[in-house]
């Protein structure tokens, strides 16, 4: 969705080093959104963002960290600690009306060897 | 129990035909229905969103909620091969709007 970049589009890294994802949004919304998309799969959230500085787990936020320093911004590091980091990584926003939808970055994805 | 399940399918239909994709949800309180549709390789997007119990049609796509069976639908009218692609279906909680639950989708496959 327009609004919102995710940096780089095709990541590869090697097993046992952090690597850290992009989420840049100027739709100006206070909540921010990481999910992980495996093959086959839904979206399962890693963590979200309410406001700045702020920050809840989600079903997968193990292997995972996040920042939220700016409103702008909303980084992911997939630590060595995560097993299986091969994934599509999906950021996704929301505004601050009662029934607002999410929306869509394009998507990262990454590629562990 | 998945707070929102989804047949994964594949949903083959023939082209003009109507799909018909359905989605349950478990909790109560829920109060947003979302379905997107993604193509392989991309994010979804939206198709459409509803709130009140009842249908809402917007071009060959119907939503339909029935909060009393906790469940929502989707119906793509005339399908197209362009419609291929796997719908979820989100939902969110009265309780807090920026927390959503994902389906894990339902693959349509539209034969020409």
């Known amino acids: 969705d327009g609004g919102i970049t995710q940096s780089p589009k095709y990541l590869f890294r090697k097993e046992g080093q952090n690597v850290t994802l992009s989420c840049e949004q100027n739709?100006?919304?206070?909540?921010m959104y990481w999910y992980r998309q495996d093959p086959g799969q839904g979206l399962r959230l890693i963590y979200y963002s309410q406001i700045v500085n702020d920050f809840q787990k989600g079903d997968i936020a193990e292997g995972y960290s996040v920042s939220r320093e700016k409103k702008e911004s909303f980084p992911l590091t997939v630590t060595s600690a995560q097993k299986n980091p091969t994934a599509f990584y999906l950021c996704?926003?929301?505004?601050?009306?009662?029934?607002?939808?999410?929306?869509f970055g394009p998507g990262t994805r990454l590629t562990v060897t | 129990q998945k707070e929102v399940e989804q047949n994964s399918g594949p949903l083959s239909v023939p082209e003009g035909a109507i799909a018909s994709l359905n989605c349950t949800y478990s909790?109560?309180?829920?109060?947003?229905f979302f379905w997107y549709r993604q193509y392989s390789g991309k994010s979804p997007e939206l198709i459409m969103s509803?709130?009140?119990?009842g249908d809402k049609e917007d071009g060959r796509f119907t939503a339909q909620l029935n909060k009393a069976s906790q469940y929502v639908s989707l119906l793509i009218r005339d399908s197209q091969p362009s419609d291929s692609a796997t719908y979820l279906c989100?939902?969110?909680?009265?309780?807090?709007?920026?927390?959503?639950?994902f389906g894990s989708g339902t693959k349509l496959n539209v034969k020409p």
């Open positions: 509803i709130y009140s119990n």
């Open positions: 739709l100006n919304h206070d909540a």
């Open positions: 996704a926003t929301r505004g601050n009306r009662t029934y607002e939808r999410q929306y």
């Open positions: 989100a939902v969110n909680m009265i309780n807090n709007f920026n927390k959503f639950y």
């Open positions: 909790d109560r309180g829920s109060q947003s």
